[in-house]
């Protein structure tokens, strides 16, 4: 097998320029959300261990990017030994897999930290249906992978005896459905947010912070249109693009997961500009004389979070971490009773002492 230099295209090169570019900062971003946790003193949970191994799978395809290049990526499969050919074409089954699992861990990603912050009923059981979609996507991509050629050695020997289906038929159906589980976990906490007991400022932030990605989803439909360009004929040439948008978009994916942590990192480093904001939040509407701006400050106290979320103790356990306050406008609880954060208890005893006195 003959190996290339990797930077013998200026397309190639900027390329990999781009994604390894990309990784890095993903990477980042990743470690950014770490120290988030430590800063907050939050426990690690399943969204934070789903985002690490997207992050490892999105390596392998930067790696395998790489490797493409070295053995003939953008070369016309007849100016390449049929060794290199042969190797070209296996790797595009272990490639799919990795990208497969990648995009599915991001998505579970955003669905656990879903389930982190939201309590209400409704909203964790269409979480669940979305889990659901997710692992059918997956599911599916995997088997399209294993089916799609009968023999399976056909999918790199295609003289052998058998059938295969349209592969840019499968990419492009199997893209499509991606599209689709994407836009219905970014779509999920719209119409749960605009129940947050906070400003409409607040709330907009908080739409601009979800509606990220929707920026995916456009890497997605550029994927899915270049899947249908590729000449599986002619494979080393053409797949350049699809290589490229398919690292791209789990590295994108996963930077985009980590952006609501880092909220707790920008309040150590921008203090200022987060204190001015403290009056602008309240988890409940107010009744009685009580200052509204004492209220609001003790709520903004206790807040130390990604989100504006408050820490409850009660039936979730003193290790469950501070979720969304999810309740209609006129304070009353759809699934469960307010449970009432100690700081205000804390401060309800002193006023009851002091009174007494």
């Not at 400003?199 to 995916?216: D, E, Q, R």
Request: charged content about 15%; glycine content about 6%.
């Amino acid at each position: 097998m003959q190996l290339y230099g990797i930077f013998t295209y200026p397309i190639v090169r900027d390329q990999l320029i781009a994604n390894t570019i990309l990784v890095i900062i993903a990477t980042l971003l990743v470690i950014l959300r770490f120290i988030s946790r430590r800063v907050r003193q939050s426990e690690i949970w399943w969204d934070d261990g789903y985002c690490v191994a997207g992050m490892l799978h999105t390596y392998g395809m930067l790696a395998m990017q790489f490797h493409y290049a070295r053995v003939g990526m953008r070369h016309h499969v007849t100016d390449l030994p049929p060794e290199n050919t042969v190797t070209i074409v296996k790797m595009l089954i272990v490639y799919q897999i990795v990208y497969y699992n990648a995009m599915v861990l991001a998505k579970f990603t955003y669905l656990f930290f879903y389930l982190r912050i939201f309590v209400s009923k409704e909203f964790r059981i269409l979480t669940w249906v979305c889990m659901g979609c997710a692992a059918a996507y997956w599911t599916g991509s995997i088997l399209q992978i294993f089916l799609i050629c009968r023999p399976f050695a056909k999918n790199w020997n295609p003289l052998l005896p058998g059938h295969c289906a349209s592969q840019n038929v499968a990419f492009s159906t199997i893209g499509a459905f991606n599209l689709v589980t994407d836009l219905m976990i970014m779509l999920l906490p719209i119409r749960f947010i605009w129940k947050l007991q906070m400003s409409l400022g607040t709330k907009m932030a908080l739409y601009g912070i979800f509606g990220l990605g929707i920026f995916i989803s456009s890497i997605t439909i550029i994927r899915i249109h270049v899947l249908t360009t590729v000449d599986f004929q002619d494979l080393p040439y053409s797949m350049t693009w699809a290589a490229f948008w398919s690292v791209t978009e789990p590295a994108l994916a996963i930077s985009n997961s980590c952006a609501p942590m880092l909220r707790p990192i920008l309040k150590v480093v921008f203090p200022n500009l987060f204190a001015s904001a403290k009056a602008e939040y309240t988890t409940q509407p107010i009744s009685g004389p009580k200052s509204t701006k004492n209220r609001t400050a003790e709520r903004m106290d206790e807040m130390d979070s990604e989100f504006p979320l408050t820490q409850f103790q009660g039936r979730m356990g003193s290790g469950y971490e501070g979720s969304f306050n999810d309740q209609p406008q006129d304070g009353r609880s759809q699934d469960r009773p307010c449970q009432t954060p100690l700081s205000v208890v804390g401060d309800l005893k002193r006023h009851s002492q002091h009174s007494a006195l």
